[in-house]
């Protein structure tokens, strides 16, 4: 359609030509006859016809031409808030989720506006609107919009070597989208409809269509999908009545199926599951009761079961948990009472507290948390007073920004449904 308007746009401009042209002769010859018309009837046509298709195109691909960024100071216009409209108008403005890109840290508030922690200021500042989700591995960053329109920027790393090489810039390659996950070789989307698609490497089969081929566009892979996530060898899927499925390779039994076979076939590994988490070679999958199980390899203590050996089966390590992370080889879960536990790969503190290199079981580092990020250079904090703190590599943590936010005791919960006071290690 594109195509088509900036041809229709160029032969626009050649009978506005041809049209002028004719005129002028027309004007020195004293002709009385009026110049003709023709060429400036079709010019107008043409030109018009081309900002009609024009106009449809960017509707269909949801670009604006003119997105201006509603960029505030967020302390500062909570504040003024605060006091001029009082804490129910001013809650909306807090952050209520945080997420880490690379080395970028971000928030996203009620409003769904993003922030970005400035690189050489200890300031977040406004960088898009519209947004529910940040995410990505090293080369691939992908963007939620609120619109459901899922935004690529990078590049998926296999195809660097591949005959097609697959790089976006703002790219929509999808809508109608309310959940995704990637590795740096694969993605994972669901939409509104529960549907899952995928594209990416699949080496392994982790794409779950049953075959080992690469996908350089996003195909079909099943309905009713509550959750899934994929990482570079494998993959596991949930569906809405809460049963598990894996797919891709399982030299360290990391699907939970009790074998250590590989498979580019979904296989059904359990029931009553709410979400999952993989990483290279292991598998986190949290319960709708809050039962945190594990599996596959633990040469860095990612499977928090005190260092146990890999097992051919998922083995339960907490219980009483709202959400699970993985970032490389270190792993954090967060318990419905606001206690923040860590375990595996803690090089250089990335693990946010001062211990070995490797920690084997699940190690509490923070309480009163209502979200928190994971990233290769350490934790970061959301607090339920919406404060936002990040790790240091001498295991403290400071604060990046702080409201003194006046939040209702009964808004500073997720979730009250569970009533854990702890979880219990097994």
Same mark, same amino acid.
């Given at each position: ?24 002769? +027309? ?9 003709? =018309? ?13 900002? &009609? ?14 997105? =201006? ?40 508030? +009620? ?62 390659? @999808? *809508?109608?989208? =309310?959940?995704? +996950? ?40 099943? *309905? *009713? ?26 030299? $360290? ?104 290199? &490797?920690? $084997? ?11 928190? @990020? ?10 339920? *007073? =919406? ?8 295991? +403290? ?30």
């Amino acid at each position: 359609m594109l195509k088509v308007s900036i041809i229709l746009f160029v032969t626009a401009l050649f009978f506005l030509v041809i049209y002028a042209v004719s005129s002028s002769k +027309s004007k020195q010859r004293k002709n009385k006859k009026k110049a003709p =018309r023709l060429t400036g009837v079709i010019a107008a046509l043409c030109l018009t016809c081309s900002v &009609i298709l024009c106009v449809i195109y960017l509707k269909e691909k949801n670009i604006k031409i003119f997105n =201006r960024l509603n960029s505030y100071d967020l302390p500062e216009k909570y504040t003024s808030t605060l006091a001029s409209d009082g804490a129910d108008k001013a809650y909306s403005l807090l952050p209520i989720n945080v997420f880490i890109q690379n080395n970028d840290i971000y928030f996203i508030n +009620s409003e769904n506006d993003c922030f970005l922690k400035s690189q050489t200021e200890n300031i977040f500042k406004t960088i898009l609107n519209d947004t529910s989700y940040i995410g990505g591995e090293k080369t691939l960053k992908t963007t939620l919009k609120t619109d459901g329109d899922l935004v690529l920027d990078g590049f998926f790393l296999f195809s660097k070597y591949d005959e097609e090489y697959l790089e976006y810039s703002n790219k929509v390659i @999808a *809508d109608n989208v =309310r959940s995704c +996950s990637c590795s740096d070789n694969s993605l994972f989307y669901i939409t509104n409809d529960n549907k899952l698609y995928a594209m990416g490497f699949n080496e392994y089969g982790q794409l779950c269509d049953t075959t080992v081929k690469n996908k350089t566009s996003p195909v079909f892979i099943m *309905d *009713d999908v509550q959750a899934a996530d994929i990482s570079d060898t494998h993959a596991m899927i949930v569906d809405k009545f809460g049963t598990l499925y894996a797919s891709g390779d399982n030299s $360290y039994s990391q699907l939970g199926n009790k074998t250590a076979i590989s498979t580019t076939e979904l296989t059904k590994v359990m029931q009553g599951v709410k979400d999952v988490k993989v990483g290279n070679y292991f598998s986190l999958v949290l319960t709708v009761n809050g039962e945190l199980y594990t599996a596959g390899i633990n040469d860095k203590g990612q499977l928090g079961n005190n260092g146990e050996e890999f097992k051919a089966q998922l083995v339960q390590i907490l219980s009483g948990v709202e959400k699970i992370a993985i970032n490389g080889n270190t792993c954090a879960a967060l318990t419905y009472s606001g206690e923040l536990y860590v375990w595996g790969d803690n090089t250089a503190c990335k693990a946010g507290v001062v211990q070995d290199d &490797i920690i $084997y079981s699940p190690l509490k580092i923070q309480e009163n948390v209502y979200d928190f @990020a994971l990233g290769s250079f350490g934790v970061v904090v959301l607090n339920k *007073d =919406r404060n936002i703190l990040l790790s240091a590599q001498d295991g +403290s943590f400071s604060a990046v920004i702080d409201f003194a936010a006046q939040i209702p005791e009964e808004l500073k919960d997720k979730n009250d449904f569970y009533a854990f006071e702890s979880p219990d290690k097994v």
